[in-house]
Nanobody, 125 residues
Framework: QVQLAESGGGLVQAGGSLRLSCTAS????????MGWFRQAPGKEREFVAA????????NYADSVKGRFSISREKTKNTVYLQMNSLKPEDTAVYYC??????????????????WGQGTQVTVSS
């Protein structure tokens, strides 16, 4: 059974930083791309960042480019999202996800099958 567990969310002032972590179990972590998504109140869930299985390739939503950084640590089965220069519009529940297929690396939410429970990020102005 695949399980994804996020941590690291919280309340931060605008301009501050947070690092989210997501630890995976029940899948061969090193063979799967991983993604981060977020959902703000009243809005649809949206793509934030993705990282390939090797960690060599990454992809970011335009709204977070230059501020967020995704990385992974194979020995800990963990993917990270470093968030800098946070803005109030970054406030959302953040989810990590793994795709249904280990060959997929992309931004389409419909291709992600395994989801964590989410962690709340609140940025105050």
């Amino acid at each position: 059974q695949v399980q994804l567990a996020e941590s690291g969310g919280g309340l931060v002032q605008a301009g501050g930083s947070l690092r989210l972590s997501c630890t995976a179990s029940g899948l061969t972590f090193s063979t799967y791309a991983m993604g981060w998504f977020r959902q703000a109140p009243g809005k649809e869930r949206e793509f934030v960042a993705a990282i390939s299985s090797s960690g060599r390739d990454t992809n970011y939503a335009d709204s977070v480019k230059g501020r967020f950084s995704i990385s992974r640590e194979k020995t800990k089965n963990t993917v990270y999202l470093q968030m800098n220069s946070l803005k109030p519009e970054d406030t959302a529940v953040y989810y990590c996800a793994a795709p249904r297929s280990s060959v997929y690396f992309g931004i389409r939410i419909s291709n992600y099958h395994y989801w964590g429970q989410g962690t709340q990020v609140t940025v105050s102005s």
